[in-house]
């Protein structure tokens, strides 16, 4: 199974002219590695323009109720990212977003992480995934990829820093325990995000169980980002 790299933009960058740039080189750059699937979410005002350019690479950085009068396809959602727990969308708001994601056909990408580095995880964890997923089917719930995104470890946040990959390992058991209980589902591969650069991006995807990777800040850096995607179109 190729591995994926997902490029959330956030608010970067400034105007469209600086994100056709940048989309473009990193279309680029994907194209050279055919072991490796890669997703880029810009903010949400590139989206029509980038799609126009090549809707293949385009994924949503949030779920939209309304996408306007021009029909489009996002193939991609995240969904859950803690800046927008952060501004206020609850379990159930997550939840929504997930069933409109999937009635959609889109691949949603619900996030999932603690808050604090001491925080209980497995609570955490747990309750998410159970807000996120209720009242969805086993048919439904098979197809959301979970992102394990510890909030502690984005490198916006005042001393962030990485997550170590055994602990990653270990919420990825947390994960698939849930899924097996509730929806009686095998395991499968998670994703990590928090702070992953081209120094540790192979630490975590030489793991069978984390098939991918959401790179923040450094997607925005070109030649970090093509660095990226050349190390893991190498890993076995």
């Known amino acids: 199974m190729n591995k994926i790299v997902i490029a959330n933009w956030k608010n970067h960058p400034e105007t469209l002219k600086e994100a056709k740039e940048l989309f473009e080189f990193e279309v680029a ?16 005002q590139f989206l029509k323009p980038l799609l126009r350019i090549n809707a293949e690479f385009v ?19 995240l969904v859950g990212h803690s800046d927008r727990r952060q501004a206020g969308d609850t379990d159930e708001k997550i939840n929504d977003k997930l069933k ?28 998410q995934l159970f807000g996120a997923t209720t009242n969805l089917m086993t048919s439904q719930v098979v197809n959301i990829v979970i992102v394990y995104e510890p909030v502690w470890a984005i490198s916006t946040n005042p001393d962030s820093e990485p997550d170590k990959p055994e602990n990653t390992l270990e ?4 994960i698939n325990n849930f899924l097996f209980k509730n929806y009686s589902l095998e395991p499968k591969a998670i994703f990590y995000g928090g702070s992953v650069n081209q120094s540790n991006v192979a630490d975590f995807l030489k793991h069978p169980e984390i098939n991918g990777a959401v790179i923040g800040g450094a997607s925005l850096r070109k030649e970090e980002f093509g660095e990226i995607l050349k190390i893991v179109s190498g890993l076995k």
């Open 171 to 174: 919420a990825y058991k947390i």
């Open 100 to 127: 409109v994601a999937l009635a959609s056909g889109a691949v949603p990408f619900l996030l999932v992480g603690e808050k604090e580095k001491g925080d209980n995880r497995q609570e955490i964890l747990e309750r």
């Open 29 to 44: 750059e994907a194209s050279k590695y055919e072991g490796v699937k890669t997703v880029i979410c810009p903010p949400e």
């Open 59 to 77: 994924g949503a950085q949030d779920v939209f109720w309304n996408l306007g009068d021009d029909n489009y396809v996002i193939k991609y959602a």
